[in-house]
């Protein structure tokens, strides 16, 4: 279910079930178009090399866009991740269930903000 895509800057990205994903600007910056209507938002703070380091230890590499930039499936909690050395950022892993619904971005540091803020 997984599937390359180009971005506007050559980068590869890689998706799941399919969808299109476009970008711009730089990686830690890109601005994720989802297909059909709905927008990813997302924020990143930049993180520490050590705990990028430390989660893709545990996890799963799926894949990489860039030599720095990985991406990893996070087994217990089911989500997708985008970790580089300067930033961390991951969604709930994408299902047919939420296909209508915006999936959210976040840094490992916004984790307690929302679980106290829903």
Known sequence: KWTTVKSKDDIE????????????????????DYTPDQIIHFLTIPGQ?????????????????????KIVYMKIAKILMIASRDFVMYSRRFTSE?????????????????????
């Open 13 to 32: 990205l890689f998706v799941y079930s399919g969808e299109e994903f476009k970008a711009s600007g730089t990686m830690s910056r890109t601005i994720f």
């Open 49 to 69: 090399i050590e705990s990028c380091s430390s989660i893709m230890e545990k996890n799963e590499i799926i894949g990489s866009v860039s030599q720095d930039i």
């Open 98 to 118: 939420d296909s209508r619904e915006n999936v959210i971005f976040y840094s490992i540091e916004d984790e307690e903000y929302l679980k106290s803020n829903g």
